[in-house]
């Protein structure tokens, strides 16, 4: 059965748990040996980009990069032509797309044949939240994903496609998750990535109050006010999560010996100060490192012998 990695949601415990593994297991090189990777952008990413060519040479593969501008997802061609071309060649097809109903219809216009992994979507970001939950079990478990449980997370500022695989691979881990964010901008029920759907793990919280979400907690995350695509929202949204920024101050409110993490690119003095991004409490470039290790650990998976 072809393996697709797709929302954090949809991959079973015993499948999440394989892949913290394989991204933090020796590996030999030849996972992908002689294989290619198409990595589909139409939109654009550093360490998106990077993290996946990088792991895809690592396991012996090559990859090949597809701008917005060569292939045009149903502008140039309809997104069911582009898949069925690209799984005449490839294996494997990772993607950064605006819609994230593109994935299902690849799925069904090529038979299921090539694996995707989504590399963000409005919907979800999962290879993102693999990385974060690498990042945190490094620093506070000696690597030991299993032994997060009982960890305190506070997201703030505006609640988007990473705070959905943020929380839902967080809740499913035993974490608890606080969301603070001004009411048009925080999570809402529903979706192929519901973190309000998680049962029996962490517990979460919405609060419009930044400083109550951050009270005593492990981990303060944020990320840019103004995704890609919302750029003439930008004047209005300064003022709405003025007060959700991330600042000495309220990281005081955190347990004393909290981390910042931020999965980059900071928009600095919007949603987070200099004098916080590159504290000591700051783990964002150990989250950009874990970026490639995630990678590995989804292409692994996919691969793995079933």
Known sequence: MTRHFITIAEVTDPDLERIYQLALDPFDDTTLAGQGVALVFERPSLRTRAASSTAVSELGGFATFFSDDEIGLDTRESAEDVGRTLAQMYAICAARIRHHGVFDRVRVATGDRMSLINLLSDVAHPTQALADVLTLAEHFTDGDVTALRGLRVAYVGDATNVTRSLAVALLRLGVDVNVAAPARYQLTRGGPEDPSNVSGGGALRLTDSAVDAVRAVDAVYTDAWVSMGLEEETAQ??????????TSELMGHADASAVLLHCLPAHRGDEITDEVLDSSASLVWR????????????????????
Not at 291 to 305: D, F, H, Q
């Open 237 to 246: 949204r300064r003022r709405d999560l003025a007060e959700f920024r991330v």
């Open 287 to 306: 989250q950009v490192y874990h970026r490639r290790s995630a990678m590995r650990g989804v292409l692994r998976w996919i691969k793995e012998e079933k």
